[in-house]
């Protein structure tokens, strides 16, 4: 198909596949980001070790990221079609959903707008965090190759209707959305309600171009896949 005015034709994309050995190692890198964030909120690594929760929110993060980096589900990708993207906008969705933990852990550090539910929700933040990590590792195993940070189109690109995909047109950005939703759930201040909004507005914005950029590739198929799934949710 031509390329529409806010698009550019594209290429392959090889990526240089790294040993189990690296990707694992990496992993543990970003979880000790993600450790080092929680330490700034909470005011030090003791801090975070003698928090209830947040030790076992970080095991969750470690078991997600060593998984994703040993299954390495996205593999070359043969791009015709990618749409322009704003950097700040992917800077953004990029930063925020890691920035959101903190936040709601520096909000509970102050005590700032303690949410309702207590204890029994705080927990309930580490089951949700999970499982939206296991649904985002989920929509990108069975997407493989067409997976893309990047509003791209792919060379052989099949229009995934089967699965996750059957209900949800974007489980991927749902599990996402369900792992920063779980974190401001784990320490239970609203502080992380505000990063949380941003966040579900900009994958929003992002689905509505994204789905524009679907409908012109897949057309009727895609118009009858639309009209008995959900974009975000199975309704």
Do not use: C, N
Not at 168 to 196: D, E, N, Q
């Amino acid at each position: 198909m031509s390329a529409a005015p806010d698009t550019i034709p594209s290429g392959r994309v090889t990526r240089r596949r790294r040993g189990p050995l690296l990707t694992l190692a990496l992993s543990l890198v970003v979880t000790a980001i993600d450790v080092s964030l929680l330490a700034l909120a909470l005011g030090s690594y003791s801090a975070v070790w003698s928090h209830p929760r947040a030790p076992a929110l970080i095991v969750v993060w470690a078991v997600a990221g060593a998984v994703l980096a040993l299954r390495r589900p996205v593999g070359d990708q043969d791009i015709i079609e990618l749409a322009r993207e704003s950097r700040w906008t992917l800077l953004a969705l990029a930063l925020v959903p890691v920035l959101t933990p903190g936040i709601a852990a520096l909000g509970e550090r102050l005590g700032l707008w303690p949410l309702p539910g207590g204890e029994p929700l705080r927990w309930a933040g580490l089951g949700v965090v999970a499982l939206g990590l296991t649904i985002r590792i989920m929509a990108m195993s069975q997407l493989g190759s067409r997976f893309s940070p990047l509003l791209a189109v792919q060379r052989e690109h099949v229009l995934e209707t089967s699965g996750l995909y059957r209900r949800i047109r974007h489980p991927g950005y749902l599990g996402s959305f369900l792992a920063a939703l779980g974190a401001v759930m784990t320490f239970g201040s609203g502080l992380g309600l505000a990063p949380l909004a941003l966040f579900g507005a900009l994958m929003a914005r992002r689905i509505r171009r994204e789905e524009t950029l679907l409908a012109a590739r897949f057309g009727e198929a895609w118009s009858a896949y639309r009209k008995h799934s959900g974009a975000f949710l199975p309704f």
